[in-house]
């Protein structure tokens, strides 16, 4: 019996880069998850299929599937940003328990989350915590504590 609440689903969907992947389990997914996030810059976003949506849902608007969200990263060098998501798709950033004192401008550029600025030198962390913590997420299915966390409006 698998005790991760995040390994009760059929597809895991994995965005890197703007390449799209499908996996059938969520131990294939961490795989290769760690292994994108060995590379020096990425963006990360992974899914799960949680199920079909009503009949309604599928007939007027054609939405098919509903998919939570679970983890959306990005990292330039040694730096990085992090956002995990509850079971209602709510988001959480990562905010380092102690603020990060040197940051690269040139690698804090690349982590913006599709906004038009970066983000804030506040929830910048380390990209050996953001692996670690990713991990933990992804065995557990619960937002590790080697971080605080800030509701995203």
Same mark, same amino acid.
């Given at each position: 019996?698998?005790?991760?609440?995040?390994?009760?689903?059929?597809?895991?969907?994995? &965005?890197?880069?703007? *390449?799209? @992947?499908?996996?059938?389990?969520?131990?294939?997914?961490?795989? !290769?998850?760690?292994?994108?996030?060995?590379?020096?810059?990425?963006?990360?976003?992974?899914?799960? %299929?949680?199920?079909?949506?009503?009949?309604? !849902?599928?007939?007027?608007?054609?939405?098919?599937?509903?998919?939570?969200?679970?983890?959306?990263?990005?990292?330039?060098?040694?730096?990085?940003?992090?956002?995990?998501? %509850?079971?209602?798709?709510?988001?959480?950033?990562?905010?380092?328990?102690?603020?990060?004192?040197?940051? %690269?401008?040139?690698?804090?550029?690349?982590?913006? @989350?599709?906004?038009? !600025?970066?983000?804030? %030198?506040?929830?910048?962390?380390?990209? *050996?915590?953001?692996? &670690?913590?990713?991990? !933990?997420?992804?065995?557990?299915?619960?937002?590790?504590?080697?971080?605080?966390?800030?509701?995203?409006?």
């Amino acid at each position: 019996m698998n005790n991760n609440s995040l390994g009760i689903y059929d597809k895991y969907y994995l &965005t890197f880069n703007d *390449e799209d @992947f499908v996996f059938d389990d969520i131990k294939a997914a961490e795989i !290769q998850i760690m292994n994108y996030l060995n590379e020096r810059d990425g963006r990360l976003m992974s899914m799960a %299929d949680d199920g079909a949506r009503p009949w309604w !849902q599928r007939y007027l608007f054609g939405l098919k599937r509903f998919h939570r969200l679970l983890l959306s990263c990005e990292w330039s060098g040694d730096i990085a940003g992090l956002n995990l998501y %509850d079971e209602n798709s709510s988001e959480y950033r990562a905010r380092p328990l102690a603020r990060l004192e040197i940051v %690269d401008a040139s690698s804090k550029a690349m982590i913006s @989350f599709g906004e038009a !600025q970066p983000i804030d %030198d506040n929830f910048l962390v380390l990209k *050996e915590d953001l692996k &670690t913590a990713v991990k !933990q997420f992804l065995a557990s299915g619960v937002r590790p504590e080697c971080f605080n966390y800030e509701f995203v409006e």
